[in-house]
T-cell receptor
Framework: DTAVSQTPKYLVTQMGNDKSIKCEQN?????MYWYKQDSKKFLKIMFS???????INETVPNRFSPKSPDKAHLNLHINSLELGDSAVYFC????????????FGPGTRLTVT | DQQVKQNSPSLSVQEGRISILNCDYT??????FLWYKKYPAEGPTFLIS?????DKNEDGRFTVFLNKSAKHLSLHIVPSQPGDSAVYFC?????????????FGKGTKLTVNP
């Protein structure tokens, strides 16, 4: 049973489109995250949610909007996709008191053409 | 502004020998340091951590050393096994609101040759 799952695994779309990536964790964790790994392989945090409340928002363009319907899900919606949005997006979760130990999903490779 | 640096993009060692992966950081406010391991097409997996108030943490074949005065940490793997071949990310965490913000290095690709 996958602890942190993401769908889709691959996403190819054209510039200007709107797309969503879904994330679910079955670990009972309170905090969830979105990370972006760009072409230079840097893994950078985008957002963090704790019990459906936004905690961290790291200077991400407004075109990116996370949505947390419940504490087991954190979806990422991206409007007006740009070429520079092409990257691998990772979802992660952590439990209270050990937030530095994060459990990552398998990643979603987004390609914008 | 790269707060966590892994200056070696790759490392190759023989099976059974020691692997030493290095990491430097600049921010004195980090409270935990972590190592994550990543296989291709998978997400990073937590490997080992060390609190900023400690200088060593050991878990089986993996030991992390922290030198705060030098702002340097290292991961020792001994003995190295072919299954250890992966990309290793050094990360540091700082408390932000109700969660921890992790700052990652660029990764070091470890290859363990049989």
């Amino acid at each position: 049973d996958t602890a942190v799952s993401q769908t889709p695994k691959y996403l190819v779309t054209q510039m200007g489109n709107d797309k969503s990536i879904k994330c679910e964790q079955n670990l009972g964790h309170d905090t969830m995250y979105w990370y972006k790994q760009d072409s230079k392989k840097f893994l950078k945090i985008m957002f963090s949610y704790n019990n459906k409340e936004l905690i961290i928002n790291e200077t991400v363009p407004n075109r990116f909007s996370p949505k947390s319907p419940d504490k087991a899900h954190l979806n990422l919606h991206i409007n007006s996709l740009e070429l520079g949005d092409s990257a691998v997006y990772f979802c992660a979760s952590s439990q209270a008191g050990r937030d530095y130990e994060q459990y990552f999903g398998p990643g979603t490779r987004l390609t914008v053409t | 502004d790269q707060q966590v640096k892994q200056n070696s993009p790759s490392l190759s060692v023989q099976e059974g020998r020691i692997s030493i992966l290095n990491c430097d950081y600049t921010n004195s406010m980090f409270d935990y340091f972590l190592w994550y391991k990543k296989y291709p097409a998978e997400g990073p997996t937590f490997l080992i951590s060390i609190s900023s108030i400690k200088d060593k943490n050991e878990d089986g074949r993996f030991t992390v050393f922290l030198n705060k005065s030098a702002k340097h940490l290292s991961l020792h793997i001994v003995p190295s096994q072919p299954g250890d071949s992966a990309v290793y990310f050094c990360a540091a965490s700082v408390r932000r609101g109700g969660s921890e913000k992790l700052v990652f290095g660029k990764g070091t690709k470890l290859t363990v040759n049989p």
